[in-house]
């Protein structure tokens, strides 16, 4: 056997062929029962002896081919991928681009095995999430959503923003927000979540951390698992992986597919075969390893999700909008829905009423969303990981391409044709990435690691929205509805004033071309300066270069073309020139006035526009206006100013190792993050890059004769210019308007300072017989140190509110100040070789405050959620059958709240998972 061929073997002591292992199997399931304990070395020697005859007995032949047992081999070398250790304090980590023991490694690292995720169903990147210390997952839709970590990176990102929060998956970086959501995360071997900024190791940098999903990889050791989830909501769930040797010694495989289907817990009034969210995803991984000889292998990676649609957005409940602002004036509700539903053009339709239909979920918990589409999403990949090994050093080479398409159609939450293929992103997003590291062996007083970055990144974004035949009665003011629904050519041209009229609408431009260049060198070492101390070092530069082309345009003028204005911020639509109440003015062209007679003749049946009544022409004026104030921001495309800077990274960390059960350690970690080109109203924008100072200093202990693990840290980060929604000068509005009064808008720009520190732990203890316990927590204090251009909340729209605030002093939107999760996992052997097993998940969060102005309407109550698993199967996992409960209590802590709406909590659901291995 080759060296290269026993990195990626299991570490037991015998191998036989695909089809002598199939019989072993076989025959020990018939025959044997298996140990009540872990069977020895020699124990497993005399087992396959015997079965060895029993084959020869049966099939001379498949008992031919198969080798003699072997000698136990000796641990992996850094490279390999062994199974979990089962003894505390040796679970290894990759957070360092080896493998190490968790406990030896100097940073604030929580690990989550496969087999945890396993027992409880854990596959979306929240359930994952929901198992570590101190990282949280911000509900959104599958564009929006975010990861965050010691409260920070909650925030809502933006198509040309690095995420705070890093995800990378077997070696690769994901450099895209969207790209952690609505993914099923199966056939993991482990997740690991490392917090502070990173990037002198490999991959992208990061500004406050990164998550690590690896899956489990191909061996040549034949192994086939398989699971089938049925459950409430019409839930069905199937997962299949299997691997070994295609030609043994040389060629590998491994292969995993998972289907998910089912209902969500709320239901589209307009249509109850639609529900809120829905489960509609398939997936699949398909891996090659080559072993031609002990100095090389190589990995190939292809991954691929088909398009499928969730609904996601409009999983609102609508609540009645306060009638006082919070300075105790009126809030008229001129543009609310209670004012908007009470018209005669809404009313007509008996069945459907603001309080019935419209409020609190119409008492039945459900949406009413006639124009919903599912929320569209699909991902391809491809990875080719080369690694060569030397006798003083390693290379290792990965080369990935990731792709993610996003298309979402929104409706405003009412059955009424206002929006059409509406209000949502179409987004084509596409990454390749080249690494290259040099590690070298560790052992002497160095050891370290040195390589190269690099990343392309297209994304091509559109966000769409188009109006239906009553958008013209929802979008008028009162003064002009009054006026036009008075009589039929009113409410004609009520109806036509927006109907099919389509855009490539301004949020935060009709259409952007996101292309980033990403390029960097990075090294880190390890000098042992003695046997106890270690000192890290590490640094990074990258070299950013973003560039983003924008614009906002009408892409069809719908039923009523001829109620365009005459131009928008220099861009030309056609119409004719008259005043706010339809008196045309002077210096319309002939043909102008020609399109002018032929709205008198299609509304009015007039000979000419002349021959209208001053009403009529009010009523024209008014149409028009609705139209304009739709159409809002206009403007060609436009190249916003790109950003170009170099970007260091560095780390210090000395540790010190008291004992083999005790090591302290200190970090100082400065990582920065490239800024935003992008267009604020069709103006340029360009965001500064963030910067982050991160000091930590714990240690990592192993008490009770090893069966208690206790890490714990301290930590503080300081951040300057983060990144998020802030109140900025609109340019756009005031050069247009021109009237003397100066306008802002909200964009995303930098908050001067915020800052995060707190306590971390992270323990396991497993001195209870048959039983494994697992525990973490924080206390997380996130605030801003100064931030005074804060958006103001909604509560505070009165007239002559200051256009923005100063919220320093305040605690970051989604930093929950205490944080735990508990899980527990207990095994009893039963008769022969069957078992019982038991296994729960606790997570508990503190109050925190949804909305990134900081409502007071957006504070949320704590939240505690349990899943559960209860079952009874072999030893071996041949067969098992659980009974799994999420959510078990029942929590019903709302997702977010604004307000006037909340997200409600996803409920209890029960199901049964029948699982096994071949």
């Known amino acids: 056997m080759t060296q290269t061929q026993a990195r990626y073997r299991t570490a037991l002591p015998f191998r036989l062929s695909p089809i002598a292992a199939t019989l072993a199997g076989a025959a020990l399931l018939a025959s044997a029962p298996l140990y009540a304990a872990d069977p020895t070395v020699a124990e497993l020697q005399a087992e396959i002896a015997r079965l060895k005859q029993q084959i020869a007995a049966q099939n001379p032949n498949a008992a031919a081919s198969a080798p003699a047992p072997v000698a136990a081999e000796a641990a992996p070398a850094p490279a390999a991928a062994p199974e979990e ?12 681009n080896r493998l190490e023991r968790l406990q030896d490694v100097p940073l604030s690292v929580s690990v989550v095995t496969g087999k945890e995720l396993d027992r409880l169903q854990a596959t979306d990147i929240k359930s994952l999430t ?27 990102q933006t198509e040309a923003q690095d995420p705070s929060v890093g995800l990378i998956v077997d070696g690769v970086n994901y450099a895209y927000n969207a790209l952690s ?4 995360f199966t056939d993991v071997d482990a997740v690991e979540v490392t917090r502070g900024p990173q990037g002198t190791l490999l991959g992208k940098n990061t500004s406050v951390g990164v998550v690590n999903v690896t899956t489990r990889r191909p061996s040549f050791t034949p192994d086939a698992s398989w699971s089938v989830t049925i459950g409430q909501q019409d839930t069905v769930q199937g997962r299949y992986a299997a691997g070994g040797p295609i030609v043994d010694g040389l060629l590998a495989y491994r292969a995993n597919v998972s289907v998910t289907k089912g209902e969500g817990d709320i239901k589209n009034a307009n249509n109850r075969d639609l529900t809120y969210t829905n489960k509609d995803r398939v997936s699949g991984r398909l891996q090659f390893l080559l072993t031609p000889d002990p100095s090389f292998s190589a990995r190939i990676a292809l991954d ?41 053009w809404f009313t007509q339709q008996s069945a459907y009423t603001y309080e019935g239909s419209y409020l609190n979920g119409g008492g039945q918990n459900v949406v009413n969303n006639d124009s919903a589409r599912p929320l569209v999403t699909g991902s391809n990949g491809a990875t080719a990981e080369l690694n060569w090994y030397g006798a003083t050093h390693n290379l290792t080479s ?18 009424f044709d206002i929006h059409r293929n509406s209000g949502g992103f179409w987004n084509d997003y596409k990454q ?15 050891d370290y690691q040195t390589g190269i970055f690099l990343m392309k990144v297209a994304n091509q974004a559109d966000y769409r929205r188009e109006w239906g035949n009553d958008a013209g009665a929802w979008y008028a003011n009162a003064a002009q509805y009054g006026r036009l629904d008075a009589d039929a050519a009113g409410r004609y041209l009520l109806q036509s004033s927006l109907d099919r009229l389509a855009m490539s609408f301004n949020s935060p431009a009709g259409t952007q071309d996101i292309r980033n ?82 709205v008198a003749a299609k509304y009015f049946g007039a000979a000419t526009y002349a021959a209208l009544t001053a009403a009529q022409k009010r009523q024209v004026a008014d149409a028009k206006a609705i139209r304009v104030s739709q159409i809002g921001v206009i403007f060609p495309s436009t190249e916003a100013a790109p950003f170009k800077d170099t970007l260091p990274s560095f780390v210090v960390s000395p540790s010190y190792k008291f004992n083999k059960d005790l090591t302290a350690y200190a970090s100082w970690q400065y990582g920065e993050k490239a800024g935003i080109s992008q267009l604020t109203n069709g103006v340029s924008n360009l965001v500064r890059k963030e910067k982050t100072n991160a000091l930590e200093a714990g240690f990592k202990s192993a008490l009770l004769d090893r069966k208690l693990l206790v890490n714990a840290n301290v930590f503080r980060m300081d951040i300057d210019d983060y990144q998020q929604a802030v109140r900025v000068l609109d340019v756009y509005t005031t050069n247009l308007n021109n009237d003397g009064q100066i306008y802002y808008t909200t964009a995303t720009g930098n908050a001067p300072k915020v800052r995060a520190q707190g306590l971390e732990l992270d323990g396991a203890y497993n001195g209870i017989a048959n039983t494994s316990l697992r525990f973490s927590g924080a206390y997380t204090d996130a605030k801003y140190k100064e931030f005074p251009n804060s958006a103001q909340p909604v509560e505070n729209g009165y007239t002559g509110a200051a256009p923005y605030r100063n919220v320093s002093g305040e605690a970051l939107p989604g930093a929950s100040k205490w944080t735990f999760n508990v899980g527990a996992d207990y095994r009893r052997p039963l008769w022969r070789d069957k078992e019982f097993h038991a296994s729960f998940n606790t997570a508990y969060a503190s109050k925190t405050n949804t909305d990134n102005t900081l409502s007071s309407y957006g504070w ?31 929590n019903d802590t709302p997702l977010t709240r604004t307000w006037n709406l909340y997200t409600p909590a996803v409920p209890r659901w029960v199901g049964l998972v029948v699982s096994g291995k071949l």
Not at 85 to 96: F, N
Not at 144 to 155: D, F, N, P, Y
């Open 432 to 446: 390749v990435t080249q690494e290259l590291r040099l590690s070298s062996q560790p052992g002497g007083f160095v």
């Open 130 to 156: 929901q198992r570590a210390a101190n990282v949280s997952w911000n509900q959104g839709n599958q564009r929006t959503a975010s990861l965050a970590i010691r409260g920070v990176g909650k925030q809502g």
């Open 304 to 344: 691929a999700q088909p398009r499928a649609g969730e609904f996601t957005n409009g999983r609102t409940i609508n609540t009645p909008t306060p009638n006082r602002y919070s300075n105790g004036s009126v809030n008229t509700l001129a543009t609310d829905a209670a004012t908007r539903l009470a018209r005669r």
């Open 860 to 890: 949320i109550g704590s939240s505690t959620i349990t899943d559960l698993s209860v079952g009874l199967g072999t030893r071996s996992g041949s067969f098992d059958v659980s009974v799994l409960v999420k959510n078990a209590f029942g």
């Open 181 to 184: 959501s609505s993914f099923d």
């Open 517 to 598: 260049k990403s390029a960097a060198v990075f090294a880190q070492a390890n000098w042992h300066l003695s046997e106890p101390l270690t000192l890290t070092t590490g640094l990074r530069f990258t070299r950013e270069d973003r560039r983003n082309l924008g614009s906002t345009l009408v892409n069809n003028y719908g039923n009523a073309p001829e109620l365009n204005p005459v131009s928008v911020n220099g861009v030309q639509f056609g119409g004719f020139d008259s005043d706010a109440n339809g008196l045309l003015r002077a210096g319309n062209s002939a043909a102008q006035v020609g399109l002018a007679d032929r």
């Open 398 to 415: 990965i080369t990935a391409y990731k792709d993610y398409h996003f298309n979402a159609t929104n409706d405003e939450g009412t059955p």
């Open 85 to 96: 250790p089962e003894v505390l304090g040796e679970v290894t980590v990759r957070s360092r």
